[in-house]
């Protein structure tokens, strides 16, 4: 098929997510949130409060699962007035959505106007999801209030790297990439990514976007051509996502396009989203998208520095609500506040699945960003994984560069041994390669025993 085309199926694509997400709905309601970004922390509340509520109603009312939990906990929606009370409601696992998903859909949306959607997969099978219309358009709204933080707004030209293929697989040449005219974004495919860098550079420069987004890992692939090139691509702003972005890929990233980084967090469950400010101290909590809680063991609430699960209450999907939903993921909240005067709590830079954290012989929990913050150094490695599958042992793949020598081993294998203690056993797998997920994502750090928060 011709390209020509293949851009106008992807345009048409646009169109139709142009016509549920964009559109007079999208500019008044981004307007709105744009106010409430500056709610007082009392002003905030009581918008929290009153969505709240209404949602639980409907819960009671129209959801088969919330109504049978409600009735068995002697609960009426007069007795969850805010968010004080949500206590109250028990924790969501993985494991009751997908044993009672179709309990979780509410009667009264019409089945037409909903989206289906999937987690991605990277712990496990997907989870099916269903959205309804206008938590799509919340969830597009914060997304562009953050990017207007940055100075980008609808309709600028954009580049993204994500999972996608958008071009056969067994393509060989340029161009690896499709054009989107009614948003105004390339989309670049990135299973043809690592054979043909100097392409994707290529078509950054000539395209010049206004902001480039994707996952973390891919965007880092160009950033270390582009530095061994000297090439700089200035543009206004880079979006990072969906991979824990890392210190170093920062750094990189910033370097070669001349500009700051923002990384936001968000759920295809579409109950948490928290993005960076112009302050980059963190990620502020969206707290007018959904409810988010930091547990540990599913029973208090966190204490200043100490690290928890995020349990998330979305306030907007009255199709398959998710009400105190415990996820893998795991952070820590600012003690601070935020200069730039948002009443959005903050969470730190160190936000992570369980399964990425490793643990040590005695016990002790280990974060990914310390472990890659040792192998960054390593100049002779090109890439690398950590695999634990239990507590006495850590593998880690490697590509070698041309340059790596038995003392690069050796002095990675000792400064592991640091960190983990002289009774870990240190594996090294030199490979060619490191397979992604089904969604495309990097895993810096593979555990299979359980850290728990």
């Keep these: ?37 500056w709610y007082s922390y009392d002003e905030l509340r009581e918008y929290q409060n009153r969505l709240l509520r209404k949602l639980i109603k409907h819960c009671y009312d129209n959801v088969p699962y919330y109504n049978q939990v409600m009735r068995g906990r002697k609960l009426k929606p007069e007795d969850i007035k805010g968010v004080d009370d949500l206590k109250k409601m028990p924790l969501l696992t993985r494991e009751t959505i997908k044993e009672h998903g179709d309990e979780l859909l509410a009667g009264n949306v019409n089945q037409k106007k909903l989206v289906i959607g999937y987690t991605s997969g990277t712990i496990g099978v ?14 597009n709204v914060v997304d562009w209030r953050q990017k207007s933080i940055a100075g980008i707004k609808p309709g600028d030209r954009m580049a993204f790297l994500y999972a996608s293929a958008v071009v056969p697989l067994n393509r060989r040449k340029p161009p690896f990439w499709r054009y989107n005219w009614i948003l105004n974004h390339l989309h670049f495919s990135n299973y043809h990514l690592l054979d043909n860098v100097e392409y994707y550079v ?11 987004e994707g996952y973390p890992s891919l965007l880092y692939v160009l950033a270390r051509f582009m530095q061994s090139e000297n090439i700089v691509i200035p543009v206004q702003a880079v979006f990072t996502s969906s991979e824990t972005l890392m210190p170093h890929q920062r750094e990189a990233l910033e370097a070669v396009f001349d500009c700051k980084v923002f990384d936001f967090y968000g759920l295809a469950e579409r109950d948490v989203f928290a993005t960076e400010c112009e302050f980059h101290r963190g990620k502020h909590l969206n707290e007018d998208f959904g409810i988010t809680e930091v547990m540990v063991d599913g029973e208090r609430p966190t204490k200043a520095g100490e690290m928890g699960r995020i349990v998330a209450t979305g306030l907007h999907n009255y199709a398959m609500p998710l009400i105190r939903y415990q996820t893998t993921d795991v952070t820590m909240l600012a003690s601070s506040e935020c200069a730039c005067g948002r009443s959005f709590p903050l969470m730190e830079n160190v936000t992570a699945r369980d399964q990425d954290f490793l643990v040590t012989a005695d016990g002790r929990r280990i974060s990914p960003y310390i472990v890659v913050g040792i192998t960054r150094r390593f100049t002779n490695i090109r890439e690398h994984q950590f695999i634990q599958e239990d507590g006495n042992s850590l593998r880690i793949l490697i590509i070698r560069s041309d340059s790596y020598t038995d003392e690069d081993s050796r002095a990675l294998i000792e400064q592991m041994k640091n960190v983990f203690g002289e009774k870990m056993n240190i594996e090294l797998e030199f490979v060619s390669s490191i397979p992604r997920t089904k969604s495309g994502k990097f895993r810096a750090v593979i555990s299979k025993i359980s850290a728990e928060f």
């Design 202 to 212: 290529n078509k950054l420069s000539a395209f010049k976007p206004k902001a480039i």
């Design 126 to 139: 997907p989870m099916k999801l269903v959205w309804d219309k206008r938590v799509c358009l919340v969830k």
């Design 1 to 37: 098929m011709p390209v020509f085309i293949q851009n106008l199926g992807v345009s048409y694509y646009g169109l139709k997510l142009y016509r549920r997400e964009y559109g007079k709905k999208f500019r008044a309601m981004l307007e709105e949130f744009e106010k409430q970004q």
